[in-house]
């Protein structure tokens, strides 16, 4: 049971002040009856609640696609510059926060939710979601420093011992790019190091000139969500992201 505003609050309605006075102006009804007072309780998992003649669906968790674009901070607050909650206008943001990070100038898939437990999940080293890169080069690539990128390679990273801490392997393949334009390949990888693609591309001699990131576990960046949109996940993307090597992570919250 909870507090019907504090209901409409977190459907993105308004501030206090504007969700007192949509009550008070008999705009929203519980299972077909008119309510007045902001302080009615509701069963927010069997009451049918509407605003304006629109149902308000109960989700315990909220979930976003975004087409990340380059200049934009993946954070939650800056005072300096745009970050992706910015992106999510009109949307209620308190809670949310980008699942991992993406640099300033890299584009791509990003997901903002607020559950905690799948954001640990995908974020996690010792479950290896795979976030897989369309990385463009300065210069073409070998064959053989294809093979490094699969195998591992130091990027400067050291262990306790001061030996060399290696990426773990990798998944890398070429991608298809017209004449004159910059090399391209699709490098999937499972850690979330600082600047990682950069520094695994820099450690077989190239040079990263754009990044974009199109795939985190089996979900991937839809080709109709353009650069700076963003939409909630649907209820089979949900599950794409939640699978992992085909198995199905249930119960992420408990």
């Known amino acids: ?10 459907r993105g309605l308004g501030t206090r002040k504007q969700i007192k006075d949509l009550i008070k102006n008999g705009t929203i009804s519980v299972n077909g009856d008119v309510i007045y ?11 049918h609640v509407y605003y304006m ?3 308000l669906v109960y989700e315990k968790n909220r979930y976003y696609i975004l087409n990340k674009p380059s200049g934009v901070i993946t954070a939650t607050n800056d005072k300096r510059a745009a ?12 809670g949310l926060s980008p699942v991992g990070r993406l640099d300033i100038d890299t584009e791509g898939l990003l997901i903002i939710t607020d559950d905690g437990a799948l954001n640990h999940y995908l974020l996690s080293p010792s479950h290896h979601v795979e976030k897989e890169y369309e990385v463009h080069l300065r210069h073409d690539i070998t064959d053989k420093d294809i093979e490094k990128l699969i195998k591992g390679v130091d990027i ?3 262990r306790k011992d001061n030996s060399p801490d290696i990426t773990l392997p990798a998944k890398c393949r070429r991608g298809e790019y017209g004449e004159g334009a910059d090399p391209v390949i699709y490098l999937a990888i499972c850690e979330g190091r600082f600047h990682q693609v950069k520094r695994m591309l820099e450690a077989v001699g190239n040079e990263v ?3 974009k990131r199109v795939r985190m576990g089996g979900l991937s960046l839809p080709a109709d969500l353009e650069i700076s949109e963003y939409r909630r996940l649907t209820a089979d993307e949900l599950t794409l992201l939640k699978k992992t090597d085909d198995l199905i992570v249930d119960n992420l919250e408990e």
């Open 83 to 94: 970050t992706v909650l910015d992106l999510l206008e009109g949307e209620n943001t308190k």
């Open 37 to 47: 007072k902001a302080d009615t309780h509701i069963d927010e998992t069997t009451d």
């Open 53 to 55: 003649g629109e149902e």
């Open 156 to 158: 400067g990273d050291r």
């Open 209 to 211: 000139t754009a990044l």
């Open 1 to 10: 049971m909870q507090r019907l505003d504090k209901f409409l609050a977190d």
